[in-house]
Structures are given as structure tokens and as C-alpha cells.
């Protein structure tokens, strides 16, 4: 028995269901949704053409160039890859720009070939236009709350421990600081708020009424930009704020941005390409930095830093500790304890890991 064509986008996100997105390459790499593949009608190239002809010479005219040009060995292998995906998620759909004339050309060949396969009803535009009015209702209606506290917190690691939380930086792909970067790139913008919105689809679905925990954040993760509705709500948010000892903060830093880093780094690269790239980018993070720095505490860590690399390629790690350690107490630090300074009526609660922990379970 076939599945009909869907408008439930809700239960489309909540359960991760599947889907062919038949648009053109360039549309998805522009903006798409998880748990989606990018198996187009058309290349960009094709597209292009059948648009042009659209404009000189009219609907009827573009559709019969996009039959010649999709045809033969050619449709037959596109159609392969949509059956292939079809058989291996028989509980996905698919789904083209607006649910119109590419998404019922494949669902039709997906017809002929055997394989009935339902669409999005309103296409990839109807999904994106429900994800943003679902984010803009939840931001107004949602008390939120932030997870504050000095670099090296480790505040990413409580966050995801504790229920009822969304991890911006994950959904970014990016650690949040200057040095932040990460070996797999980040997602476009679009797909950066699509994302957001199917966590807070999720948080909202899961505890109706309840507050959400985020870290706090600046406008920009890296390059993805917090919408802006979400951003005036995290400013006038309650803060909880988390406190950890120099020596502690060191070390998660440490793990975090040398070790971990280097893995990714490694994993993408191997071993010696790696550990280059991730030498790049520690210095060129630094380096950016360095007129908030001041010359001469530039001059200093980037000396550190320098020596601390070289060390590294002998077996020795440990002295990446030290630069750490000062840009921690004399940059990151004075900029924390002056923002907070600004926000010292938002204030909710402040203590250890484990005290936060705690105090979350029960208020």
C-alpha cells in the first residue's frame, strides 16, 4: 500500500525521516536539512539551460529540453539512485523547490520503474517556512536560561550532560573562540538555522512549557550568526555560572585545543599534513588576536606557541600549558569578568559542576 504525500512537517523533524532532495546541487550546498541526500533531477549545469529556455521560449518548451537533456542511460542511472535510496528508506519522501514540477517528474519515473514514493506537499520552501515560523514562536514563548562562565569552564561538557539543553556550538560546528575552528568546516547559514530550529522543535516537543539551557554566546559562532530574536532573548536571560580553578580551566583547554584539536586535525589530514594544518591554525588563531593582545604579549605567546610546537613534534606536549595559561589569566579573563560585570542583576546561580548539575535537576 503507498504512503500518501505529506504536510506534517512536525513529525517530518521530530523523527529524522529521510528525504531525496531532487533540487539542483547548488540549491542544496545553499541551504538543506539533516537526514537529507542531495539526488537531483538535474545537474547545475542542466538547470541552468532549461531556465534560459524557460524565459525565451516558455514552460512547455523548458520541460521538453529537460526530457532530451535528462534521457536515455542518463535518466536511467538518476533513477537508479533514487530507487536505491527509496528501498533503503521506505519510510523517507522527497521532495523539489515548492513540490511542483521537478518532485513529480521523479516521483512519476520513481512510478513507472515500480516504486511508489510520497513528496513534501509545498517542497523544500514549505519545510523552511515552517522551521523558521516554528523558531520564531518558540524563542517568544520559551524562558531561556545561560550557562555562563570563564573560558575553560568546560560549559559545553555540562551542557550536554544535563536534560533540557541545546548545544549551539555542536549545531555550528565550531568551539565558540577565536581558536574555535574545526577540520570539517561549518554549516552554511541556512543550514546553521535549520538545525536550531529542529533542536528547539525537539526541546519544545519533548518539555512542553519547560525552560532551555544554552551556553552563552556571542552573535557569531564562528561564522554563523545567532538569529536575532534568540539573541535579545539570551541577553535578558537568567545566568548560571559556572566556576572552575585556573589550574582546572588549563587543563580542559589543554584537551580541548591541543589534543582533540590535533586529532581532527589528523583524522582529516594524516599525521604529518595534520599536525601542519593544526600548527596553522593555532598560530594563524593567534594572530588574529593580536592587537587586543598588545604587541608585546603577542610577541610573547606567539614565541610560546612557536616553542611549544616544536616540543610537540619531539613527544613533548606539556609546554602548550604555559601559553595557555596566560592568555587565559591575562586576556580571556579580564574580557569575562567585564562582560559579567554588565550582567550582575541577571545572576540565577553559580557553584561547581556538580553543583549546577544539582541545582538544575531541581529547579
Request: with cysteine; charged share 25%.
Amino acid at each position: 500500500m503507498s504512503r500518501p504525500d505529506t504536510d506534517d512537517y512536525a513529525a517530518i523533524f521530530l523523527h529524522d525521516t529521510p528525504m531525496i532532495d531532487t533540487r539542483a546541487p547548488a540549491e542544496f550546498l545553499k541551504g538543506a536539512f539533516p537526514h537529507t541526500v542531495s539526488l537531483p533531477l538535474m545537474t547545475d549545469s542542466e538547470r541552468a539551460k532549461v531556465g534560459t529556455c524557460y524565459k525565451q521560449e516558455g514552460q512547455q518548451k523548458a520541460i521538453e529540453l529537460g526530457h532530451q537533456l535528462v534521457s536515455g542511460k542518463l535518466k536511467e542511472e538518476r533513477i537508479q539512485r533514487w530507487l536505491e535510496f527509496a528501498h533503503a528508506h521506505p519510510d523517507g519522501y522527497l521532495y523539489c523547490w515548492r513540490g511542483g514540477l521537478r518532485s513529480q517528474i521523479v516521483q512519476q519515473w520513481l512510478q513507472q520503474a515500480g516504486c511508489d514514493y510520497p513528496r513534501i506537499k509545498g517542497g523544500y520552501k514549505a519545510l523552511r517556512r515552517f522551521l523558521i515560523d516554528t523558531q520564531e514562536r518558540i524563542v517568544s514563548n520559551t524562558r531561556f536560561r545561560i550557562l555562563a562562565g570563564r573560558t575553560g569552564c568546560a560549559k559545553t561538557d555540562l551542557l550536554t550532560a544535563v536534560p533540557g539543553s541545546i548545544d549551539l556550538e555542536g549545531l555550528a560546528h565550531h568551539r565558540g573562540s577565536t581558536f574555535g575552528k574545526r577540520p570539517a568546516g561549518q554549516p552554511s547559514q541556512i543550514d546553521f538555522e535549520n538545525r536550531l530550529a529542529i533542536a528547539l522543535l525537539r526541546q519544545n516537543h519533548k518539555y512542553p512549557g519547560a525552560s532551555i539551557l544554552l551556553e552563552d554566546e556571542s552573535r557569531l559562532i564562528g561564522r554563523c550568526a545567532l538569529p536575532e530574536t534568540l539573541r535579545r532573548c539570551m541577553a535578558e536571560a537568567p545566568l548560571i555560572i559556572v566556576e572552575r580553578t585556573l589550574e582546572q580551566r588549563v587543563e580542559h583547554s589543554f584537551r580541548n585545543y591541543i589534543l582533540s584539536k590535533l586529532a581532527e586535525w589528523q583524522q582529516a589530514k594524516g599525521t604529518e599534513e595534520g599536525f601542519t594544518a593544526f600548527a596553522e591554525d593555532l598560530t594563524t588563531s593567534l594572530f588574529k588576536i593580536r592587537r587586543r593582545l598588545g604587541g608585546l604579549r603577542y610577541q610573547q605567546l606567539n614565541a610560546l606557541l612557536e616553542q611549544a610546537l616544536k616540543q610537540q613534534q619531539q613527544g613533548d606536549d606539556s609546554l602548550h600549558r604555559e601559553w595557555i595559561r596566560i592568555l587565559l589569566r591575562d586576556y580571556y579573563d579580564p574580557m569575562y569578568d567585564y562582560q559579567l560585570s554588565q550582567k550582575q542583576g541577571q545572576v540565577e546561580f553559580r557553584g561547581t559542576t556538580e553543583d549546577i548539575q544539582e541545582y538544575l535537576l531541581t529547579h
